[in-house]
C-alpha cells in the first residue's frame, strides 16, 4: 500500500495494485472555492474472464446517495450526475489525467439533471419530469463554471449531431434542435408516446425514438427536417433500461426479453440504419448468471474495438454485476468483467463513458477508470 497527501492537484503514482491516494477535494462555486472532506484513490488489476489484465481505478467522490446517474467523457476530463432521490444534486467533473474532483454549481435545487458535453461546453437541465421542473437547458462553460446561456423549454439534453444539440421536453413531447453558434432552436418537432426523455438518439441525420404500446413496442425513426416519421421497427422487449446509442452505424437497444416461468434474458438489440431492420439480438446471459434474477443492462459505449455494455443486478442492489463487450463484427460477446472481484466495492453499477484510451464509469459513489 502506497499513501500520499496532496495539497494541490493530485497526481496519481499507480504502478502496482492496491494502491490508495489521499488528497482533498476542490469545489469549485460561483461564490469562491471550498473544500469537501478528503477522499481516496484506490487501483487494482484484475483478468477479465478472457484473459487479459484490465486496471481498474476509483476515484471516491463526495456524494450522499448510491446510483447510476449519467456520465459523460470528453476534453480529458469526465462529467457525472449524482442521481441522489433526496433532492440535494451535484454536478461532478474528474480530470482524467490528475484524478482532481471539482463540483459544479447549479442554478437549481430540485429533480435529477441529465447532462451532454459538446466540445467545450456542458449542458445540463433542470431535471425537469412531468410535473417538476421548468424544461431549462444551461449551457456552462466547465472551465469556469460560468452560466453562457439558457434556453427554456428545451428539456433533458440526449445527443449532439450535425452541428445540434438535442433535447426532449418531457412535458410538451417537443424535441428541439439547438445551435451551440447562437444558443437559438433552429428544429422542433412533436413526438407521440409514452416515452421518457432517456430514450432518444441520434444518428445517421436523423432522430431515432423508442416507443412503448399496450402490443409490441418500436423504434421510431423520424426525418428532423421534414418532421416525418420515415421508418418504425419493431422491437419485442419487455423493458428497456437505459437510452438508445447510435454507434458504428447502428442503433442500440438494451432490455429483457420474457422468458418462460417469469425468467427475463437480458439482451442488446442491434438496428441497422441502412436498412432500418433488427440485425440482431444478443443475449447477454453472463449478465443473467452472475444476477441470478434481474439484470439491467446499460449505456453501450464503444471502446477497445467493441461495444461495452455495463449490466446492473436488480434484484441485490450492492451486487456489482459485469461488464461486457460486443464484437461489432461477430455480435458475440467477446470479453467479460466481473465487478465483484473489486475489492471493496461499495455495489451498484456503473454508467459508462469512453474516452481516447480507456472507458470511464460512474456508480454514484465513485468515478471508475477501466484500461488495459
Keep these: 500500500m502506497i499513501t500520499r497527501k496532496f495539497k494541490g492537484n493530485p497526481l496519481l503514482e499507480a504502478r502496482c495494485p492496491s494502491v490508495f491516494t489521499q488528497f482533498v477535494y476542490t469545489a469549485l462555486l460561483l461564490s469562491g472555492c471550498a473544500t469537501t472532506p478528503t477522499g481516496t484513490i484506490q487501483t487494482d488489476v484484475i ?58 454549481s447549479r442554478p437549481w435545487t430540485a429533480g435529477v439533471a441529465d447532462l451532454l458535453v459538446d466540445g467545450n461546453s456542458l ?38 449531431g450535425d452541428g445540434m444539440i438535442w433535447a426532449y421536453n418531457l412535458r410538451t413531447s417537443v424535441v428541439s434542435g439547438i445551435d451551440p453558434s447562437d444558443n437559438q432552436v433552429h428544429t422542433q418537432l ?36 421534414s418532421r416525418e416519421t420515415v421508418a418504425e421497427i419493431s422491437v419485442a422487449l419487455h423493458h428497456t433500461t437505459d437510452r438508445l446509442r447510435f454507434v458504428a452505424g447502428a442503433v442500440w ?3 429483457e426479453l420474457a422468458q418462460a416461468r417469469n425468467r427475463f434474458l437480458p439482451v442488446a438489440v442491434r438496428i441497422d440504419a441502412e436498412s432500418n431492420l433488427v440485425a440482431e439480438t444478443i443475449p447477454l446471459e453472463r449478465s443473467l448468471t452472475v444476477c441470478a434474477v434481474h439484470a439491467n443492462p446499460m449505456t453501450p459505449v464503444l471502446w477497445d474495438g467493441g461495444l461495452w455494455i455495463s449490466t446492473f443486478c436488480s434484484n441485490i442492489h450492492r451486487v456489482p454485476g459485469v461488464l461486457l463487450k460486443i464484437d461489432l463484427q461477430t455480435n458475440k460477446i467477446n470479453d467479460e468483467i466481473i465487478l465483484s472481484t473489486l475489492k ?5 453499477q456503473p454508467a459508462l463513458a469512453a474516452e481516447a484510451d480507456s472507458v470511464w464509469g460512474f456508480d454514484g459513489r465513485s468515478a471508475i477508470k477501466f484500461y488495459f
Design 47 to 104: 483478468p477479465t474472464l478472457h484473459g487479459r489484465q484490465v486496471q481498474i481505478t476509483r476515484v471516491s467522490l463526495p456524494l450522499s446517495a448510491p446510483g447510476h446517474g449519467n456520465v459523460q467523457a470528453a476534453a480529458e476530463s469526465v462529467w457525472a450526475t449524482e442521481p441522489s432521490p433526496l433532492g440535494r444534486h451535484k454536478n461532478i467533473r474528474v480530470d482524467t489525467t490528475t484524478y482532481q474532483v471539482t463540483e459544479l
Design 123 to 160: 449542458w445540463l437541465s433542470d431535471g425537469m419530469t412531468k410535473l417538476t421542473g421548468r424544461g431549462e437547458l444551461y449551457r456552462i462553460d466547465p472551465a469556469t463554471n460560468q452560466t453562457l446561456a439558457v434556453i427554456k423549454d428545451a428539456g433533458s439534453p440526449f445527443a449532439n
Design 190 to 225: 412533436v413526438t407521440t408516446g409514452s416515452s421518457g426523455a432517456a430514450d432518444f438518439a441520434f444518428g445517421a441525420g436523423d432522430i431515432w425514438q423508442y416507443v412503448r404500446s399496450d402490443g409490441v413496442n418500436s423504434v421510431r425513426r423520424i426525418d428532423p427536417d
Design 253 to 255: 437497444i438494451l432490455g
Design 344 to 348: 471493496g466495492h461499495p455495489g451498484g
